[in-house]
């Protein structure tokens, strides 16, 4: 048996980069997993990887800062799927330039920063959490980011702060479900190559950001795939009300 046989995980924002990793790695370990996104089409060539690897796969399309959407979702996959089991509330964005100071930031671009991030993992949440508790069991992953851990002055404030709410959010509610049987846990990525930042970042900068981490590569999807196995999997049955740093060791504290 595979670790997550007879589990059903939704990763939110599974579409590319890390969450798509994080629903392959899923399949592969057993799991029934609901991709989603809203990229119709990448959605469905990562269902059908999953699915031609023998894998059992479901894409569903929502808006995850708007609650009425995800409440669909999640009726959409017990249907077709059954009650979820893991829950990886991954959906989120840089949504401003980190080159800004506080006082350039327009007002309406904060409240996109926050909603994609912050407001869309406390709506996915307050979603899935209730039908948890009832079936007393569940592990829920929430994404936050190195720059949550240690701001800079390089790092885009609003989602700084959103990122690092959703980590006092995670907290907040292992505390309130533990007694439930439900574990709640966080991951905080440093400098992660995807599709996306292969792209974006050149060459020398690369260079320059290896050079800051004591293990002297970057990270990738990988990486945090299998560390998101783990908070999934029985061997953290006793992990709850962590935030895990998958930073090759560039937060050290």
């Given at each position: 048996?595979?670790?997550?046989?007879?589990?059903?995980?939704?990763?939110?924002?599974?579409?590319?980069?890390?969450?798509?990793?994080?629903a392959?790695?899923?399949?592969?370990e057993?799991?029934?997993?609901?991709?989603?996104?809203?990229?119709?089409?990448a959605?469905?060539?990562?269902?059908?990887?999953?699915?031609?690897?023998?894998?059992r796969?479901f894409?569903?399309?929502?808006?995850?800062?708007?609650?009425?959407?995800?409440?669909?979702m999640?009726?959409?996959?017990?249907?077709?799927?059954?009650?979820?089991?893991v829950?990886?509330?991954?959906?989120?964005?840089?949504?401003?330039?980190?080159?800004?100071?506080l006082?350039?930031?327009?007002?309406?671009?904060?409240?996109?920063?926050?909603?994609?991030?912050?407001t869309?993992?406390?709506?996915?949440?307050?979603?899935?959490?209730?039908?948890?508790?009832?079936r007393?069991?569940?592990t829920?992953?929430?994404?936050?980011?190195?720059?949550a851990?240690?701001?800079?002055?390089?790092?885009?404030?609003?989602?700084?702060?959103?990122?690092?709410?959703?980590?006092?959010l995670?907290?907040?509610?292992?505390?309130?479900?533990?007694?439930?049987?439900?574990?709640?846990?966080?991951?905080?990525?440093?400098?992660?190559?995807?599709?996306?930042?292969?792209?974006?970042?050149?060459?020398?900068?690369?260079?320059k950001?290896?050079?800051?981490?004591?293990i002297?590569?970057?990270?990738?999807?990988?990486?945090v795939?299998?560390?998101?196995?783990f908070?999934?999997?029985?061997?953290a049955?006793?992990?709850?009300g962590?935030?895990?740093?998958v930073?090759?060791?560039a937060?050290?504290?």
């Amino acid at each position: 048996m595979t670790v997550l046989t007879g589990k059903v995980a939704l990763v939110t924002g599974s579409s590319r980069g890390i969450g798509a990793a994080i629903a392959r790695l899923f399949a592969k370990e057993g799991a029934a997993v609901a991709v989603h996104g809203r990229d119709a089409a990448a959605l469905a060539a990562v269902r059908v990887d999953i699915e031609r690897g023998g894998g059992r796969a479901f894409d569903v399309v929502a808006d995850t800062t708007k609650f009425d959407e995800i409440v669909a979702m999640r009726r959409a996959i017990e249907s077709e799927l059954g009650p979820i089991d893991v829950l990886v509330a991954n959906a989120g964005a840089s949504l401003t330039s980190p080159h800004l100071s506080l006082e350039d930031i327009d007002e309406a671009d904060w409240r996109r920063s926050v909603d994609a991030n912050l407001t869309a993992t406390f709506l996915t949440l307050k979603a899935f959490l209730p039908g948890m508790k009832e079936r007393r069991r569940g592990t829920i992953i929430t994404m936050s980011s190195a720059a949550a851990r240690r701001p800079t002055a390089m790092s885009p404030i609003p989602y700084t702060a959103a990122k690092a709410g959703i980590q006092l959010l995670t907290q907040m509610v292992a505390a309130q479900a533990g007694p439930f049987g439900i574990r709640v846990n966080c991951i905080a990525p440093e400098t992660i190559i995807t599709e996306r930042t292969e792209v974006q970042i050149p060459a020398a900068v690369k260079t320059k950001l290896i050079d800051e981490h004591p293990i002297r590569r970057l990270g990738t999807t990988a990486d945090v795939a299998e560390a998101a196995l783990f908070l999934a999997s029985d061997a953290a049955a006793w992990v709850s009300g962590v935030v895990l740093d998958v930073a090759g060791g560039a937060v050290l504290r």
